[in-house]
T-cell receptor, first 114, second 117 residues
């Protein structure tokens, strides 16, 4: 089954403790992206990647890092989490360069930073 | 800069009644428009998309949307809602492919649909 898998689904951590949220897709998609969803703000893009070793900032990249060492994986790294990063995070993937390629989303990771 | 406005934060509809969710966009070129649905605890699922051609597009789950260039709108409709349609709905606008920054999808803030029995 084609899917985007995020782990963990729920995460509670404390300020400053480094964490990684994993994202993996099995569709051989070139494009992957991270979003955060906050009440009243909709989805905002954090980082995206057009292919292996190619990443770029989205609209709200501060406080986050990503890497794309393999095509299928696109982890989101919070080196020093802060309470304002408490949010619902989504990973998504799609073909790149196709004019009818919808985003496939993971089921989300709800992060709480205390 | 591109933008999407979903004027209604919440909408309540009785089961079996018709539904229309509004979406207005601002985009400097030919827009590519999407509607996504987010059920509780789930990721976003594509309902339908518009790229070109017939301005009335059909999607999954009995939804349709109409692109009106003169009104910069892409409203989502369903003739008769079911309790399972209760969810968050997002309209999005973007370029030919999903990218980032100015080349990425811009999402509206969402409309929360409540279904009354």
């Amino acid at each position: 089954e084609a899917q985007v898998t995020q782990n963990p689904r729920y995460l509670i951590t404390v300020t400053g403790k480094k964490l990684t949220v994993t994202c993996s897709q099995n569709m051989n998609h070139e494009y992957m992206s991270w979003y955060r969803q906050d009440p009243g703000l909709g989805l905002r893009q954090i980082y995206y990647s057009m292919n292996v070793e190619v990443t770029d900032k989205g609209d709200v990249p501060e406080g986050y890092k990503v890497s794309r060492k393999e095509k299928r994986n696109f982890p989101l790294i919070l080196e020093s989490p802060s309470p304002n990063q408490t949010s619902l995070y989504f990973c998504a993937s799609s073909w790149a360069g196709e004019n009818n390629s919808p985003l496939h989303f993971g089921n989300g990771t709800r992060l709480t930073v205390t | 800069a591109q933008s999407v406005t979903q004027p209604d934060i919440h909408i309540t509809v009785s089961e079996g009644a018709s539904l229309e969710l509004r979406c207005n966009y601002s985009y400097g070129a030919t827009p590519y428009l999407f509607w996504y649905v987010q059920s509780p605890g789930q990721g976003l699922q594509l309902l339908l998309k518009y790229f070109s051609g017939d301005t009335l597009v059909q999607g999954i789950k009995g939804f349709e949307a109409e692109f009106k260039r003169s009104q910069s709108s892409f409203n989502l409709r369903k003739p008769s809602v079911h309790w399972s349609d209760a969810a968050e709905y997002f309209c999005a606008v973007g370029p030919i492919w999903a990218g980032g920054g100015a080349d990425g999808l811009t999402f509206g803030k969402g409309t929360h649909l409540i279904i009354q029995p």
